[in-house]
Nanobody, 123 residues
Framework: QVQLVESGGGLVQAGGSLRLSCVAS????????MAWYRQAPGKQRELVAT???????NYADSVKDRFTISRDNGKNTVYLQMNSLKPEDTAVYYC?????????????????WGQGTQVTVSS
């Protein structure tokens, strides 16, 4: 079955850096876009950054010039390099991707989510 697994979260002081990784596994034929979302306590989930198969990127205004999204298509992996972290970046970060692969008894294209990884930035 297709699944996404994130790693790399943790506790960091303001101004520090973290790198998140997300690996897509299973019987995968193709991956369209890949993205990172985050959800802070009491807030709605928000889009952080997206990257297409060709490498085109898009960022939320709040993270521009601090975060960098990248992907390794050969490894079905997307990364989020987070620099100059602020306390307001504290959230659970989720990986999201549109994947065509084997699910159940058939092949489908769908949006998949990881389980989330906690990022905490202390002041």
């Amino acid at each position: 079955q297709v699944q996404l697994v994130e790693s790399g979260g943790g506790l960091v002081q303001a101004g520090g850096s973290l790198r998140l990784s997300c690996v897509a596994s299973g019987s995968i034929f193709s991956i369209n876009y890949m993205a990172w979302y985050r959800q802070a306590p009491g807030k709605q989930r928000e889009l952080v950054a997206t990257i297409t198969t060709g490498g085109s990127t898009n960022y939320a205004d709040s993270v521009k010039d601090r975060f960098t999204i990248s992907r390794d298509n050969g490894k079905n992996t997307v990364y989020l390099q987070m620099n100059s972290l602020k306390p307001e970046d504290t959230a659970v970060y989720y990986c999201n991707a549109r994947i065509r692969g084997v699910q159940g008894m058939g092949v489908r294209t769908g949006d998949y989510w990881g389980q989330g990884t906690q990022v905490t930035v202390s002041s």
